[in-house]
């Protein structure tokens, strides 16, 4: 397994697809859990050597609210950690200033609110250092999505 996604209730299973919708698009194996920073401590650190024992070399982690998840997981890990803030209360502004104001050395790279097809392509890009076959995957989608686009707009648009 080659990317963990880690969220901290199991209301946020829908916003999360997004993420498992494009490693499933790269074919990169990925594996799912609810697990809480606050309510299951033991429980997320244990998983969190597991996934590292297992192979695991991304993850991703969501939370909202007061949104300790994605950086509890970095204080406990090396891998890239790439959070995901959820909006769950002031529009989601709260986690992501969570997220994204970690203490100097324990980096989250952080995407935007409910944003987690980001997270996936992000760790699609970081896995793409690794992988020739991912890049190859990586730049054949960027050129599709630049051709779609171009097609799609050549016209005009009528306003």
Do not use: W
Not at 13 to 26: D, H, N, S, W, Y
């Amino acid at each position: 397994m080659k990317v963990a996604i880690i969220f901290g209730s199991k209301s946020d299973t829908e916003m999360m697809k997004g993420a498992a919708e494009i490693l499933r698009q790269f074919n990169i194996e990925h594996s799912a859990y609810v697990l809480s920073a606050h309510r299951v401590p033991e429980k997320l650190v244990e998983t969190i050597k597991n996934l590292e024992d297992k192979g695991c070399e991304c993850i991703i982690a969501a939370a909202g609210l007061a949104a300790h998840l994605p950086g509890v997981i970095a204080s406990h890990t090396v891998l890239p950690v790439i959070g995901v803030p959820i909006n769950a209360a002031i529009s989601g502004i709260d986690s992501l200033l969570s997220i994204v104001q970690m203490p100097k050395s324990i980096p989250v790279a952080t995407v935007g609110i409910n944003n987690s097809y980001n997270a996936g392509m992000l760790a699609v890009q970081i896995l793409s250092l690794k992988y020739p076959e991912i890049k190859e995957k990586l730049k054949d989608f960027r050129a599709t999505m630049k051709e779609k686009f171009i097609k799609e707009n050549e016209e005009g648009v009528e306003l």
